[in-house]
């Protein structure tokens, strides 16, 4: 009986201690492989967006062309200005600051007024993170914009980039969604993202008029060939969700005031 006591003492023993240093191993190597998980997420995205500015290819070293051609600059998107000082804004790095975190955060975001809420969103950041590319004369060639809108399942997160003249699409990717892969996820096919390069997002009044359209567009009609995308099969929802948030962060509540400033400058 003692005996027996004494194996069951053990076993308990042995299964606690297997416990806790499997705990620790867990715990440890959560926190040693954080550092990597930060910098592997940061270089993800850096390719996603340089894929999307037509700059990514065999060979391109992420972090030197983003060292050497890209400004990353913070929008207050209350004013459309370029914020020339972060840290007087509370903003210490521009280069980790998280746009999600803030849109979170009531002191650093306000809610979007339901009317104007087009993409679902609820809040949005005061300041956002934009991304300009120059050329090798210095000048702007392109602007990066993050986007973000609900779609059928998900919030989608992504980049829109616009040429030199701010209107001209040079290419849209998705980093993050919850689409259902074949229908809405095909928001990453790069066949269709293919179909984006040269879409026109404003009509000549400076209203948002690229959407992606049920069915296809008309190849015949000159506006559709101009400003509009093929709809993705199956996947209205989704669609209508990626038209909307192209409206929203496009227009006067999202980066149309900051475009038209940029714009004015000679940009
Ligand atoms: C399991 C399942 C997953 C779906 N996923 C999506 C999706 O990710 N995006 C979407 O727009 N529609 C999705 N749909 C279809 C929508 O319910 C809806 O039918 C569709 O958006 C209508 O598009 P259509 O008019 O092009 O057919 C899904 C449907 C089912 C049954």
Redesign the pocket.
């Given at each position: 009986m003692s005996a027996n006591k004494e194996s069951i003492g053990r076993v308990f023993t042995v299964a606690i201690v297997l416990c806790v240093v499997s705990a620790l191993f867990v715990a440890g190597s959560v926190v040693l492989l954080r550092p990597d998980q930060a910098a592997n997420k940061l270089l993800d995205t850096q390719t996603n967006i340089l894929t999307a500015a037509g700059l990514y290819g065999d060979g391109v070293n992420v972090s030197e062309v983003f060292e050497q051609r890209i400004d990353i600059r913070l929008v207050d998107l209350r004013s459309g200005e370029l914020v020339s000082d972060p840290a007087a804004v509370g903003i210490a790095d521009v280069v980790t600051y998280d746009q999600g975190v803030a849109t979170k955060d009531p002191a650093r975001s306000e809610a979007i007024p339901a009317e104007r809420d087009i993409a679902k969103l609820k809040r949005k950041a005061h300041f956002a993170k934009v991304y300009l590319i120059k050329g090798n004369d210095g000048a702007l060639e392109k602007v990066v914009l993050p986007v973000s809108g609900y779609?059928?399942?998900s919030t989608m997160y992504g980049y829109l980039v616009l040429g030199a003249d701010l209107n001209t699409v040079v290419g849209i990717t998705f980093t993050e969604h919850g689409?259902?892969p074949g229908?809405?996820?095909e928001i990453d096919n790069p066949k269709w993202k293919a179909l984006w390069p040269g879409k026109k997002i404003y009509d000549d009044a400076g209203n948002v008029v690229a959407h992606l359209k049920?069915g296809g567009i008309n190849k015949e009609d000159p506006l559709d060939v101009a400003h509009n995308v093929d709809?993705?099969?199956?996947?209205?929802?989704?669609?209508?969700?990626v038209s909307h948030l192209v409206k929203f962060w496009l227009g006067d509540d999202g980066f149309g005031p900051f475009l038209k400033k940029l714009k004015a400058q000679g940009a």
């Open positions: 779609g059928l399942w689409e259902t229908l809405g996820g049920k709809g993705l099969a199956g996947a209205t929802l989704t669609s209508d969700g």
